[in-house]
């Protein structure tokens, strides 16, 4: 092995374990933020204000849960299609993560007596609220609770643009994969699953930053923002991770 490949692997896997301190101060964070929201977010027994139906707090509940289902379901597929230990175990965190964080979000959702799906809805129209923590009521919101089933890709309308960034057509957030690119995915194997993968997770990252950003600046129920800045933090150390495995594939991030 040269000098220059072992200085690479060095960097490789300092990067890693910078990363998975991230992941593993998000999953902090998460437990964290459970533990405040059932108390009312500063460690009292009384009950915090429930956010209200159209609320960023909701908002971004909802749709980060679907967005990092697609995560999951990503990692999954690439643990699959590639023996390489270093995308392997970056898979594993990824999914074990944004698993445990969806199942928070969620359970926040029935915490405030709120649908986890709003029929008509745009994805992420609640990032168009003002920053500063605001859209909590007393009780729960009383807007439409007939919505079940995901959110459908006729419902956003691929390509525009939502709170300052924007989904590529097909895509049913900015940064989410299409099911083009997931086909794509399942039939790669090797190298190119790897690449293919870290490309279309670096984009998902980049887009779950922007919304979990979102949600740091407009979400009022503390326990919310501190995970969303948790996240925010370990995603972002996973793009300079997943950087160096593309560079040390030849690769690069698309766009």
């Not at 970056?90 to 928070?104: E, F, K, S």
């Not at 940064?175 to 997770?201: F, H, I, S």
């Amino acid at each position: 092995m040269s000098g220059s490949q072992a200085d690479s692997r060095t960097a490789g896997r300092a990067t890693y374990w910078a990363a998975g301190t991230a992941v593993l101060l998000a999953l902090l964070f998460a437990v964290a933020a459970t533990v405040a929201a059932a108390s009312g977010g500063d460690g009292s027994a009384a009950p915090a204000r429930t956010p209200a139906q159209d609320s960023p707090d909701a908002g971004f509940a909802r749709d980060m849960a679907v967005h990092h289902q697609q995560a999951v379901e990503m990692s999954f597929i690439v643990r699959d299609r590639t023996q390489d230990e270093a995308v392997r175990t970056l898979a594993y965190d990824i999914a074990n993560t944004q698993a445990n964080q969806r199942g928070m979000l969620l359970g926040w959702l029935d915490l405030w007596g709120l649908p986890k799906v709003v029929a008509d809805r745009q994805p992420m129209a609640w990032m168009a609220a003002p920053e500063g923590g605001a859209g909590t009521t007393g009780h729960a919101g009383h807007g439409d609770h007939s919505g079940h089933g995901d959110h459908s890709e006729h419902d956003m309308g691929g390509g525009h643009d939502m709170g300052g960034v924007a989904a590529k057509p097909g895509a049913l957030m900015p940064g989410m994969a299409t099911k083009e690119e997931l086909t794509a995915l399942g039939a790669a194997g090797g190298r190119d699953a790897e690449v293919l993968y870290l490309q279309l997770m670096t984009d998902h990252h980049k887009g779950g930053v922007a919304m979990a950003q979102g949600c740091a600046d407009r979400c009022a129920t503390p326990a919310e923002r501190a995970l969303a800045q948790g996240m925010v933090e370990a995603q972002q150390s996973e793009l300079a991770l997943m950087a160096d495995l593309l560079r040390q594939r030849g690769a690069a991030p698309r766009g």
